[in-house]
């Protein structure tokens, strides 16, 4: 069995949500917290989160509130950007000889993912393994994993564009796995209320089409699904 890590970003400013939005509430439970439970359920005691801005804040809610454990990396150069805390991250892990065969990257505010699409990704797991969830036909982006023979190249990563070079369509090796969940993140509190806004409208839909023979109407739309959304950023 291949041994596979997971980075959770988390270093960012939050500078749109105006605050941490990584205690932001998401259905009762802080919104990192979150992340890493569903990063627990693939890779169990291999969680990492790469903290920077909040790293305090975070460290003293996951201390209070016994969060599940995750360690912590604490990037102090977290304002170089998204590319600067993925390297920071690889780099502990190599540093620390632990012998992983592959990296599985995502963000700490993508709320819609699932235990189920991070497995689709680590189920190829290889250390010559690129995978990455494709939003739409023509976006892709994280989560992705990384098999071991890039993490020489993910340690030199600087700027804010993360790993995007290395998983672009037409232009990478990358497999994309049809993921547009992923495609989903928060970054304003407006998205947030509209999110919760879109859990609500659901779950009032399958109430309805429970009691109903008629199941032809769609799913409602997600008003926090942004077509412009890019496949990285660091806020």
């Known amino acids: 069995m291949p041994r596979i890590a997971t980075?959770?970003?988390?270093?960012?400013?939050?500078?749109?949500?105006?605050?941490?939005?990584?205690?932001?509430?998401?259905?009762?439970?802080?919104?990192l917290r979150r992340s890493i439970n569903t990063a627990r359920q693939v890779t169990l005691g291999h969680v990492f989160t790469?903290?920077?801005a909040w790293h305090n804040e975070v460290e003293q809610a996951s201390t209070d509130e016994s969060?599940?454990?995750s360690s912590f990396i604490y990037h102090r150069d977290w304002a170089r950007g998204l590319g600067s805390s993925i390297a920071a991250g690889v780099r502990h892990l190599v540093a620390g000889r632990t012998g992983y065969d592959a990296i599985l990257v995502m963000l700490a505010d993508q709320v819609d993912l699932t235990p189920a699409n991070l497995a689709a990704l680590t189920a190829q797991a290889s250390p010559q393994a690129l995978l990455c969830a494709a939003y739409s036909e023509s976006r892709r982006g994280v989560p992705a994993l990384f098999g071991s023979v890039y993490f020489d190249t993910l340690m030199r990563l600087n700027g804010d564009s993360g790993a995007q070079q290395l998983l672009r369509a037409g232009s990478s090796a990358a497999i994309a796995l049809p993921m547009p969940s992923a495609a989903v993140d928060i970054d304003t509190p407006a998205a947030l209320a509209a999110w919760h806004q879109a859990a609500i409208s659901h779950e009032?839909?399958?109430?309805?089409?429970a009691n109903s023979s008629d199941s032809t109407n769609p799913l409602p739309a997600s008003p926090h699904h942004s077509p412009q959304k890019e496949s990285y950023h660091h806020d």
């Open 50 to 52: 790469v903290t920077g």
């Open 67 to 69: 969060w599940e454990p």
């Open 7 to 31: 980075l959770i970003m988390a270093a960012g400013g939050s500078t749109r949500f105006g605050g941490c939005k990584l205690l932001a509430s998401v259905n009762g439970m802080p919104l």
């Open 204 to 209: 009032s839909f399958l109430s309805g089409s």
